[in-house]
């Protein structure tokens, strides 16, 4: 595809409920990285993959947090037994390279916890 | 810590005024520098960045000049029009894997 892509756009779930995250990447591209953003806020560095490998995991708020890229494009962001405070909008971006290039992000999945 | 800081919005700006969204930052060594746009409805984009001190990262009217004497990178631009109507968040990123820091964003909405 043209550019990152993610699935839902948009997600309701209950207080305990499992839910994930999917993220497209460009094609291609080496480094993939999640992030959190709050209502109002920038957003906040969760996890980073240079290709199928999870280099960088310091901030994934809680071990409720989990990420994978089994095959290095795709990746899934799950979230156990959420919490409201998960309550955020979830960016997934890729870039070219391994350090320092530009980071082409997606749309975003809001996640709204009850 | 790495850290961003930018000026508190919204900023509210009439068409052809100019702007100043003010970014300091904290970090060691010498990070690369971003602004990024969030349009109404979309994605983050990146507007332009700079790599070392005293590059000046430019595009769609705007400029950004790397500071490191000032720990700075504020954005300009010489006559917004409505459109740039946004939210305008600066980033700094290092290295080690080039995670990206980001501020907390500035709303910027221009008037006709």
């Known amino acids: 595809g043209a550019g990152v892509s993610q699935s839902p756009r948009y997600k309701v779930a209950k207080r305990g409920q499992d839910v994930a995250l999917r993220c497209d990447p460009i094609s291609g591209h080496v480094s993939l990285f999640w992030y959190q953003q709050a209502l109002g806020q920038g957003p906040e560095f969760l996890t980073y993959f240079q290709n199928e490998a999870q280099l960088d995991k310091s901030g994934l708020p809680s071990d409720r947090f989990f990420a994978e890229r089994p095959e290095g494009s795709v990746s899934t962001l799950k979230i156990q037994r959420t919490q409201q405070e998960d309550s955020a909008v979830y960016l997934c971006?890729?870039?070219?390279?391994?350090?320092?290039?530009?980071?082409?992000f997606g749309p975003g999945t809001r996640l709204l916890v009850l | 810590g790495n850290s961003v800081t930018q000026m508190e919005g919204p900023v509210t700006l009439s068409e052809e005024a100019f702007l100043t969204i003010n970014c300091t930052y904290t970090?060691?060594?010498?990070?690369?520098l971003f602004w990024y746009v969030q349009y109404p409805g979309e994605g983050l984009q990146l507007l332009l960045k700079a790599t070392k001190a005293d590059d000046k990262g430019s595009n769609k009217g705007f400029e950004a000049t790397y500071r490191k004497e000032t720990t700075s990178f504020h954005l300009e631009k010489g006559s917004v029009q409505v459109s740039d109507s946004a939210v305008y968040f600066c980033?700094?990123?290092?290295?080690?894997?080039?995670?990206?820091?980001f501020g907390q964003g500035t709303e910027l909405s221009v008037k006709p």
């Open positions: 980033a700094l990123s290092h290295n080690q894997g080039g995670k990206l820091i």
């Open positions: 971006a890729s870039s070219r390279g391994r350090t320092q290039e530009t980071q082409y």
């Open positions: 970090a060691t060594g010498y990070p690369s």
